[in-house]
């Protein structure tokens, strides 16, 4: 027993020793191919939309009124649907032989102007509602023995007479007249025997030009920035204008 003990011990130590002085080769190492993956191509970046033009809102003209007409005859009241809120031009005529009266009356029943005191036939245009603090017209009443007609137009180049300055304008009767241009030296001229006034618009006032009872001949000076003269005479009449 005691040898069998010793042998594996001498056994263990040659194995050991045996073990020992045996060379190790070193283990070469392995080479791992790791397949890199290629490149993705970056997409180009999409080019980003301009931006629209808006388009500039369009202004919205302001409706042109349209004429408004009545035709009757004899002694007439007439009331509009709506009050006269902006200058008009107010066309007349009338065929009768005795006096022919138009007044215009406000809202209230109170009277505005004397529009027109005539006697027989007559035809002719006026300014009305030009003054700020001119209460809107809301009735007429006119007198009359025979026909007439009584037309409302806008304040429009359209329903005036124009004169393009210098120049001559020969009238008749009752007149409304735009001025083209830059006017500056008027004569007025009538052989009538009869009232004869003018007067002179601009922007920003209304001034009397002339107040004579005919015949008449004379030289006015008109007022800077004058746009429209409205005449009123019941007959001939002429004006001839310089320009500055």
């Not at 809120?85 to 029943?109: E, M």
Request: charged share 20%; hydrophobic share 35%.
């Amino acid at each position: 027993m005691k040898n069998a003990f010793v042998f594996l011990i001498i056994a263990s130590l040659l194995c050991s020793c045996s073990s020992s002085s045996t060379a190790t080769e070193p283990v070469k190492p392995t080479s791992t191919i790791t397949n890199t993956p290629l490149p993705t191509n970056t997409p180009e970046p999409t080019s980003t939309p301009r931006p629209t033009i808006t388009p500039k809102p369009t202004a919205t003209p302001t409706p042109v009124p349209q004429p408004i007409i009545f035709e009757g005859s004899g002694d007439k009241i007439i009331t509009l649907d709506e009050p006269l809120t902006a200058p008009r031009i107010l066309k007349l005529s009338n065929t009768g032989s005795s006096n022919f009266i138009v007044k215009s009356y406000d809202q209230f029943g109170n009277d505005i102007d004397l529009l027109v005191n005539e006697i027989g036939s007559y035809q002719g245009k006026m300014l009305i509602g030009m003054m700020l603090d001119e209460e809107p017209v809301s009735r007429f009443e006119i007198q009359s023995s025979g026909s007439w007609t009584l037309i409302i137009y806008p304040l429009s180049i359209d329903y005036m007479d124009a004169l393009e300055v210098p120049g001559r304008y020969e009238g008749q009767g009752d007149s409304v007249v735009v001025l083209i241009g830059e006017p500056d030296i008027v004569t007025f001229t009538t052989t009538e025997r009869d009232n004869f006034i003018v007067y002179a618009y601009t922007n920003e006032r209304r001034e009397l030009l002339l107040n004579e009872i005919g015949p008449y001949s004379g030289e006015k000076i008109l007022p800077n920035g004058v746009m429209v003269l409205n005449i009123s005479m019941n007959g001939a009449w002429s004006m001839d204008i310089t320009a500055k």
